[in-house]
């Protein structure tokens, strides 16, 4: 029985307290009579009437632990689908996130009217015209000269 085998040990008490009621051990002692009657011999003390009441007993207990059982893979498989349905939206939205990001990229690479390289080169160009700007203005001006410098009237 597969009850035996994977359920929780409150669900194999369950089953047990059902298999040791007094139907389940009637329905025992039944069975094995009957094995007995295999080998010669009598069964007159189980009648067909005593032996569907007590096994129909016994089935009922069995029902009921196989509906909490039921209850409980029911609960279990619930609480899987919404940690499930939680992980697939979380996941979703931050796909999304990362897509608009990547779009946003994207776009802004395709708007720039020119490449790395070309922006590069021409930061590098301002760059050393700034500097020679810059130099140019920190060196003293050279003196006039004399002769070349004075009109002749």
Not at 8 to 15: S, Y
Not at 63 to 82: C, G, H, M, P, Y
Request: proline share 3%; with cysteine.
């Amino acid at each position: 029985m597969s009850l035996r085998r994977f359920g929780q040990p409150a669900q194999r008490q369950a089953l047990q307290a059902a298999l040791s009621a007094a139907a389940g051990k009637e329905v025992a002692r039944m069975r094995d009579a009957a094995l007995k009657n295999a080998v010669g011999e009598s069964t007159d003390s189980i009648g067909a009437a005593n032996w569907f009441k007590t096994a129909t007993a016994r089935i009922d207990d069995l029902k009921k632990v196989e509906d909490a059982f039921a209850q409980d893979l029911r609960n279990a498989a619930s609480v899987v689908s919404t940690s499930a349905s939680t992980t697939l939206i979380t996941m979703f939205i931050a796909s999304m996130g990362l897509i608009l990001i990547a779009s946003g990229i994207a776009w802004v690479a395709a708007a720039t009217p020119w490449t790395l390289a070309e922006a590069s080169s021409e930061a590098l160009a301002a760059r050393s015209k700034w500097r020679t700007r810059r130099t140019a203005k920190s060196r003293p001006c050279p003196a006039p000269r004399s002769g070349s410098a004075t009109s002749s009237t």
